[in-house]
């Protein structure tokens, strides 16, 4: 069964928000006797479990600030969001995540 966010807008999953601000698809994965993991399919690598959605959304939003950080720093671009309807399973819960970049028009972007 799906789950759907209703925090999901699909016209403002690609927008590269004026204030540094960007939007990334945050799948949530379930198994039973587990805890919830969330994973990013635009940035391989950051992921994170808690008990329940509430917690993981807010450990993802802090894995994926620090992830963006990192990219930041090491002069890495930083990929663009993935719409979600590219990204939609039966068996995933997709959720939001904002990103602060900073000074995000100093730093290359990816060219997907």
């Given at each position: 069964?799906?789950?759907?966010?209703?925090?999901i807008d699909p016209q403002a999953w690609l927008t590269s928000y004026?204030?540094?601000?960007?939007?990334?698809?945050?799948?949530?994965?379930?198994?039973?006797?587990?805890?919830?993991?969330?994973?990013?399919?635009?940035?391989?690598?950051?992921?994170?479990?808690?008990?329940?959605?509430?917690?993981?959304?807010e450990l993802a939003g802090r894995a994926l600030a620090f992830h963006?950080?990192?990219?930041?720093?090491?002069?890495?671009?930083?990929?663009?969001?993935?719409?979600?309807?590219?990204?939609?399973?039966?068996?995933?819960?997709?959720?939001?995540?904002?990103?602060?970049?900073?000074?995000?028009?100093h730093f290359p972007t990816s060219a997907s």
């Amino acid at each position: 069964m799906s789950i759907r966010d209703p925090e999901i807008d699909p016209q403002a999953w690609l927008t590269s928000y004026g204030d540094g601000m960007r939007r990334y698809v945050g799948v949530i994965h379930k198994e039973s006797g587990s805890d919830f993991g969330l994973s990013f399919p635009d940035l391989p690598g950051v992921v994170t479990a808690a008990g329940t959605i509430a917690e993981v959304r807010e450990l993802a939003g802090r894995a994926l600030a620090f992830h963006v950080e990192g990219l930041l720093e090491d002069g890495e671009p930083i990929p663009e969001p993935t719409s979600p309807e590219q990204l939609i399973t039966d068996q995933d819960v997709l959720t939001t995540i904002q990103v602060r970049l900073k000074a995000a028009r100093h730093f290359p972007t990816s060219a997907s």
